[in-house]
């Protein structure tokens, strides 16, 4: 349907096959019961593998072996995230461009806690479709929001029982990246606006332009070709701002890691390469007060 079907909805669908095979290994960093039930659900997904035995080449492939394995890496490092904050005190979540995440369905959370999926209506719809046929029941409240975070979101956020006066922790997964800077920076901004006392933020980011050379990379070679996602023509081609930078201005601790902490961390996951197309990926954590919740060697 529109919003999964093409453009960044359909990197959703990428993501959610990407888990389906990362739960499904024995040493998985991450599972997603319901990550196959989206692919399936999906004609234009229709033959991409959902196992670990159907991908050609294993982890050696670059979609669905080094691409899918830093999906996961991804998911797990902003799980234990989520879980040390809500362990820390903050009482909401609010998932910035949602997607087809299933935390609310996955964690662990304590009684009362609030999580806020933003997207469009189009991925929200489908969504809630697909986990509607799959039993899934959420064990948090569950609050979905259809908004476009490019535009005004603040005001339908706190409509739908949003309470700045709460610890937060906000996540936004696989989503600055496709955002033009001034966006990005806007909604950062209005996150930590809505942070009242205290809160917990992590989101993804490219640090800089990626040279010709790393642009040729099999891994976006491989998604374009296999898949049709054009991950070079998604990504906002304008210079990224420093966005840690900009919330250490407003008060908030920051650390930024590479994705390589985390496979360092976890003795598995992508290493570096020549020309790589990971490189340029950086995950930054930041709380307010204190320091950010986040385990990775120094």
Excluded at 50 to 69: I, M, N, S
Excluded at 230 to 249: G, H, N
């Amino acid at each position: 349907m529109p919003g999964v079907r093409d453009g960044v909805g359909r990197t959703a669908l990428m993501v959610a096959a990407a888990r389906a095979i990362e739960t499904h290994r024995p040493d998985a960093l991450a599972r997603d019961p319901y990550a196959e039930h989206f692919v399936r659900a999906a004609p234009a997904a229709e033959g991409w593998p959902l196992r670990p035995e159907e991908v050609p080449g294993g982890e050696a492939d670059p979609l669905w072996g080094r691409l899918g394995r830093y999906f996961g890496l991804r998911t797990r490092a902003l799980d234990d995230f989520v879980t040390r904050s809500v362990l820390a005190g903050a009482r909401q979540t609010v998932l910035l461009g949602a997607g087809l995440d299933t935390r609310a369905y996955r964690l662990a959370w304590p009684e009362g806690h609030v999580v806020f999926e933003i997207d469009t209506p189009e991925v929200l719809e489908f969504k809630e479709r697909v986990l509607e046929r799959a039993g899934a029941v959420a064990r948090a409240k569950r609050v979905p929001l259809a908004a476009d975070l490019r535009e005004e979101w603040a005001g339908p956020l706190v409509a739908a029982g949003f309470d700045p006066a709460l610890s937060t922790v906000w996540l936004a997964e696989g989503l600055l990246l496709y955002l033009p800077a001034a966006a990005e920076r806007r909604l950062l901004a209005t996150a930590a606006r809505l942070t009242g006392a205290s809160g917990a933020l992590a989101f993804e980011a490219k640090v800089i332009r990626e040279p010709e050379k790393v642009r040729g990379n099999p891994v976006y070679t491989a998604a374009r070709e296999r898949i049709g996602v054009d991950l070079l023509r998604l990504f906002d081609p304008e210079p990224r701002p420093d966005s840690a930078a900009d919330l250490a201005s407003l008060g908030w601790s920051t650390t930024t890691r590479t994705p390589f902490d985390f496979s360092a961390l976890h003795g598995r996951g992508p290493r570096p390469e020549a020309d790589d197309a990971l490189a340029a990926n950086r995950w930054v954590f930041a709380a307010r007060p204190g320091p950010p919740l986040v385990e990775a060697p120094a």
